[in-house]
Nanobody
């Protein structure tokens, strides 16, 4: 069982930066692949980034590649999403998720989800 709690979302101006954190409970955190997803009003939840259990492999959506960086600290059981050069279209609720297996871009592959944190980017 893994419980996830996101934090770090807030209102920021376009061009600014934010770092989201996702704190996980559970002794098996280091064996889980982690993902970040987002959902804007009226839209489906979409993949943002994912990282393997070791942190050695990462994946990004094309829309955030080069601007966002996913990382993890297994000793702190926390995964991060560094977001730079933010755009208004990045506005959404951001969720972290965990799965016991390889990283995936599909929300349906993830077993555990946090409650989300709101990111709003003003123009």
């Amino acid at each position: 069982q893994v419980q996830l709690v996101e934090s770090g979302g807030r209102l920021v101006q376009a061009g600014g930066s934010l770092r989201l954190s996702c704190a996980a409970s559970g002794r098996t955190f280091s064996s889980y692949a982690m993902g970040w997803f987002r959902q804007a009003p009226g839209k489906e939840r979409e993949f943002v980034a994912a990282i393997s259990w070791s942190g050695g492999s990462t994946s990004y959506a094309d829309s955030v590649k080069g601007r966002f960086t996913i990382s993890r600290d297994n000793a702190k059981t926390t995964v991060y999403l560094q977001m730079n050069s933010l755009k208004p279209e990045d506005t959404a609720v951001y969720y972290c998720a965990a799965r016991d297996g390889s990283k995936s871009y599909l929300p349906s592959r993830y077993t555990y989800w946090g409650q989300g944190t709101q990111v709003t980017v003003s123009s």
